[in-house]
């Protein structure tokens, strides 16, 4: 199913929690919406469900204008920050219940381990949700929803209690289920590598608004303001005020851009984070420091970096 959103706005005691926002996203396609914290996702998000009224503006799902009906009435399943699971439900009775009288409970039972066990929660089944930790209740929620293989996927920061690796798996396994059984999704992140990672395409959000739409190579190579610059890739764009930016004419630059070298800007080392493969260096230019990737870790003697912007002098 695709999804319009025409101009909806909403306020919230006469702060705009969304500002005219305009969005098509195609049938099967995976969209994420990104953005700081308070800039507006869940807000967005909760419109399309219909648990959220809006001032104005419409909302079609397939073509037809849903903007009055209530959630239900929306071939929707969600995912949300704040798991709501039923306490007095195992597990397994949790995953199966969205899909009672839809598939027999053989069915439903074989399925529901199947995504357990994807999700590593397989020897949990008879587990009350009070037994388990955030995470394990959050990949719960996630195989619940997934039973369902609805016709939308509302997805609210579903992986936010996961670690690092249970994040990477569990990813995966959505966009692989997204992808195999072509389910609309519109998913909420403030995590960019997460949105890099699954989006078809994605749109920057801030104070309501939406700031910039496309794929993620497309935003990457084409940023469209200082906000976006300093919001998207991992790390972001440095941004340079005064005559290095008078000169490039360019927005900001990244860390794969600044080579360390002979060249003619003086930069002295202020700090470096070790990430596995290479070096995230910080080089303070008098007011305005820049980013670099470096293959080896600076020492004391070379604190004194001569930088080179390789890409724009
Ligand atoms: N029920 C509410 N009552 C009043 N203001 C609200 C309410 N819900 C959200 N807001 C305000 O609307 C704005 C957008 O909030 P929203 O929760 O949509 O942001 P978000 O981008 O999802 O943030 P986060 O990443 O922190 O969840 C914020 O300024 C927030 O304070």
New binding site residues.
């Given amino acids: 199913m695709s999804i319009e959103l025409k101009s909806i706005s909403k306020s ?2 006469g ?1 705009k ?1 969304l500002d005219s926002i305009n969005l098509e996203i195609k049938k099967g396609e995976f969209f994420v919406i990104l ?1 700081p ?8 998000l909760r419109t399309v469900a219909g648990l959220e009224r809006i001032d104005s503006g419409r909302i079609l799902i397939d073509g037809k204008d849903v903007t009055e009906e209530p959630p239900h009435r929306r071939d929707l399943a969600m995912v949300f920050q704040n798991y709501a699971l039923y306490p007095h439900k195992t597990v397994l009775e949790n995953l199966i219940m969205p899909v009672e009288g839809k598939m027999n409970r053989e069915e439903a039972v074989k399925l529901a381990g199947e995504l357990a066990s994807n999700l590593k929660i397989g020897d949990m089944l008879s587990r009350y949700p009070s037994e388990l930790s955030g995470g394990q209740q959050q990949r719960v929620a996630l195989a619940r929803a997934l039973m369902k293989k609805p016709s939308v996927f509302l997805m609210d920061e579903p992986l936010s209690n996961l670690d690092a690796i249970q994040r990477v798996s569990a990813r995966k396994l959505i966009r692989d289920i997204q992808r195999e059984n072509n389910i609309t999704t519109l998913y ?1 992140t ?1 995590d960019q590598v997460e949105a890099m990672a699954l989006a078809d395409r994605i749109a920057i ?1 801030n104070t ?1 608004k939406v700031i910039q739409t496309g794929t993620p190579e497309e935003i990457y190579s084409n940023v469209k303001d200082r906000f976006v610059a300093t919001f998207f890739g991992n790390p972001p764009m440095s941004l340079i005020d005064g005559s290095l930016l008078d000169l490039t004419g360019k927005i900001g630059v990244r860390p794969e851009d600044v080579e360390i070298g002979e060249g003619n800007v003086k930069g002295r080392v202020s700090d470096v984070e070790f990430l596995g493969d290479r070096y995230l260096v910080y080089i303070s230019l008098g007011e305005e420091e820049v980013r670099a990737f470096y293959p080896y870790r600076l020492r004391g003697e070379c604190s004194h970096a001569v930088i080179l912007f390789d890409k724009y002098l």
């Avoid at 914290?37 to 967005?44: A, H, I, M, N, R």
């Fill in positions: 919230y005691r702060i929690a953005g914290s308070g800039s507006g996702k869940t807000t967005l909420v403030h959000m309501g």
